[in-house]
Structures are given as structure tokens and as C-alpha cells.
């Protein structure tokens, strides 16, 4: 079995991809949560119209790893809930120029 899925970008946990991304087959056209390591925010961007929610993880930045990875799981389903929901909808459509 061979893998034809492009990697995802980095930082990049989850991906949703919206409704005009399945309409137009684009799996690029996703709404994605990102964490930054001790930034202490899960941000959910949408690719299609660049909306984003920020979701906090109450980290600290004297966390251990493990810590730091519990909190941002801890978090993950809230996030998880605005970009499902986003990208339930979302009927944004990239620019024909390429441009997002
Ligand atoms: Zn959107």
C-alpha cells in the first residue's frame, strides 16, 4: 500500500477539511489545529477563510514534556469541536490567483 498523502504541514495535530474542500476534492482546504510548543494556545485555523479560534491550554513554560503534552490533549477536544463545526460549513473557496 502505498502512501500518496502529502505530509502535513509542521505543528499541525488535526485537520478538518471544509465543505468546499470535499465539493472541489482540495484536502488543502481544511480547517487545522496547530500547537506551538509552550505557547500555551491550540489555534485552529481555516484555510478557506482564514477564521481561526484560539483554544488555551493553561500551560506553563517551566512544563515537562509529558505535562506540556497532557494539557494540550486536554484542550484538543474544545479545539477539535470549532473545527468540525467550522468546516461543517465553511463553503469558503480559495482564490483562482492561488492566493489564500
Ligand atoms: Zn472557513
Known amino acids: 500500500m ?4 502529502a505530509a502535513w504541514p509542521e505543528g499541525v ?24 510548543s509552550h505557547s500555551g494556545w491550540l489555534t485552529a485555523t481555516c484555510r478557506g477563510c482564514e477564521q481561526d479560534e484560539d483554544t488555551e491550554t493553561h500551560g506553563r513554560l517551566d512544563d515537562p514534556p509529558e505535562l506540556e503534552a497532557e494539557r494540550v ?7 477539535r469541536t470549532w473545527a468540525q463545526s467550522h468546516a461543517e460549513k465553511c463553503r469558503a473557496m480559495p482564490r483562482p490567483d492561488g492566493a489564500r
Open 2 to 5: 502505498s502512501n500518496t498523502q
Open 73 to 79: 490533549e486536554e484542550a484538543l477536544p474544545a479545539a
Open 13 to 36: 495535530i488535526a485537520r478538518y477539511i471544509t465543505v468546499a474542500g470535499v465539493a472541489i476534492a482540495d484536502p488543502e482546504l481544511a480547517v487545522e489545529i496547530t500547537y506551538t
